[in-house]
């Protein structure tokens, strides 16, 4: 009686060790995202710390934009970022037609590109609606600043006479 216990506790046992090893044999990834084409096919010999990329995962939400501005306009970039305000950035597709996703400017780079005198931004997008592709071509539109309450006129509205600039106003007034 005593040794039939003593073979279920052992097959218990050796149930649980396998169950142990049947987890070595999945394998998962430290973040949610998309799955590349496979790069090792069924049948290849894979191996514990081989150098081999077995695939490639890449987060999708939230998804990241590298995008660059010229130099020249990052003092007022920084202005709005050192009061702590989160400006807002748009993506939109190639043809600047559809826009794709809305975001948050994160960071700014520590320095200049000299060969182009601009300066890489990266703004986060949720991407709940998946439009944003890893390496898709965008582009991106900061939002800087927002005037409140100004009148805007069009450009063609502007008269020149010398030094002085005016516009003529179709309002009449009656006395």
């Known amino acids: 009686m005593l040794q ?3 073979t279920v506790k052992n097959d218990e046992g050796t149930l649980q060790y396998d169950n142990v090893q049947v987890g070595f044999c999945h394998i998962t990834s430290p973040i949610d995202g998309r799955v590349g084409l496979r790069l090792v096919d069924p049948g290849n010999l894979v191996t514990a710390n081989s150098t081999t990329t ?4 890449t987060q999708i939400q939230p998804i990241t934009v590298i995008f660059t501005l010229a130099e020249d306009s990052l003092p007022q970039v920084q202005e709005q970022t050192r009061g702590g305000k989160a400006l807002e950035v748009d993506a939109y597709d190639r043809t600047q037609q559809k826009l794709l996703a809305k975001g948050k400017l994160i960071t700014i780079d520590n320095q200049i590109d000299t060969v182009t005198g601009t300066v890489k931004l990266r703004a986060q997008f ?3 609606n998946g439009m944003l592709f890893p390496n898709q071509f965008v582009n991106a539109r900061l939002l800087v600043k927002t005037l409140d309450n100004q009148t805007l006129i069009p450009s063609s509205a502007v008269q020149h006479n010398g ?3 005016f516009v003529i106003s179709s309002k009449t007034t009656s006395p």
């Open 54 to 57: 077995l695939v490639v995962v």
């Open 4 to 6: 039939d216990q003593g």
């Open 126 to 128: 949720d991407n709940a």
């Open 163 to 165: 030094s002085i600039d």
